[in-house]
């Protein structure tokens, strides 16, 4: 997933952000709730429970997606361990949903606290996190295109080979020296992180296409390929705008927009309905994995500030 744009120093801002947010998801849920159609409610009611599962956990893969990106750009700080980062990536992604969007400033606290890692270079890896994403997912709609218009995903798979071979040869050059007894824990160059971040977020890309191309089944709407691939970009771009944590309410208003255009029939309790979806969803597996996360973050914290 995306990381939440890095919020503005004045509390009363964000607060009035967060009323916003909350007063567009209310808004949202009354025009569903107001405005039900029977197709698309007989639609969600025969949804398989696999594709509800998915719903629930691909969440999840997004978060474990950009605990890896966010880990990786931190290397030539500290060697964060990949549970740690987990946890963090998860408690943070809860705690934006909260008013002042606390997850973010929480994250990079702790780093700092624990790892020694300077909120400067926290604040770095978001940069570089954000900027690689959007590069990330214009090669992803790329190969979308591609596969389509030829019928063969031959080329997106010619273009992550292309990727990831240099990846593999340096990966083949760690094991080879370890093997020989030389240390080789010096960070990866900084080329090489950013091409493993790149593919990283071709695959967080690749979910958040699933996860809208579910969704809008789930309601019954019919939406190409290359359409799941656009209302992923628009949730991830509404994402970026520092009103509310995680774009509450603009996520669901901005991705209803974007399938309201994209026919004419479609109604708007329809059009909202799968970001809903995908909000709800989210919510669940964000308190499943972001609660313990905050617990074991926390005793950890405590044994830190404890030995120092």
């Given amino acids: ?30 025009a569903v709730l107001t405005r039900a159609d029977p197709g698309w409610t007989d639609a969600l009611r025969s949804t398989p429970p696999a594709s ?11 978060v474990a997606i950009n605990a890896e990106c966010f880990r990786l750009l931190l290397l030539d700080q500290a060697t964060v ?21 606390p ?13 020694g890692i300077r ?31 030829l019928a063969t995903p031959l080329p997106a798979a010619a273009a992550l080979l292309a990727l990831a071979a240099p990846l593999g040869a340096m990966r083949i ?24 971040v790149l593919l ?11 996860r809208y191309a579910i969704a809008c089944s789930a309601v019954g709407l019919s939406v190409s390929p290359l359409e799941s691939a656009a209302l992923a970009a628009v949730a991830q771009a509404a994402m970026l705008i520092p009103l509310a944590g995680n774009g ?13 255009a994209g026919a004419s029939d479609r109604t708007l309790a329809a059009s909202i309905t799968p970001d809903l979806l995908n909000r709800a969803a989210e919510i669940f597996a964000a308190l499943a994995a972001g609660i313990p996360a905050s617990i074991y973050l926390a005793t950890r914290l405590r044994r830190t500030t404890r030995y120092t």
């Fill in 1 to 30: 997933m995306t990381p939440t744009a890095t919020p503005t120093r004045r509390p009363w801002l964000r607060a009035v952000g967060f009323l916003v947010g909350f007063l567009l998801l209310a808004a949202a849920v009354a």
């Fill in 52 to 62: 509800v599962a998915l719903l629930v956990l691909l969440p999840l893969v997004n």
């Fill in 81 to 101: 361990p990949r549970r740690e980062m987990n946890a963090l990536i998860a408690s943070s992604w809860l705690l934006n949903h909260l008013p002042l969007r």
């Fill in 103 to 115: 997850g973010l400033l929480g994250r990079v606290a702790y780093h700092h606290a624990v790892h």
């Fill in 119 to 149: 909120p400067a270079a926290s604040a770095r890896a978001v940069i570089e996190s954000i900027i690689i994403g959007v590069l990330a997912f214009a090669l992803f709609l790329a190969s979308v295109y591609a596969t389509i218009r």
């Fill in 173 to 196: 050059q760690r094991l080879r020296a370890t093997s020989s007894g030389t240390s080789p824990h010096a960070p990866p160059p900084r080329a090489a992180t950013y091409l493993a």
């Fill in 200 to 210: 990283l977020k071709i695959a967080d890309h690749a979910v958040w296409w699933a």
């Fill in 248 to 260: 509450l309410g603009l996520r669901e208003w901005a991705v209803a927009t974007a399938l309201a």
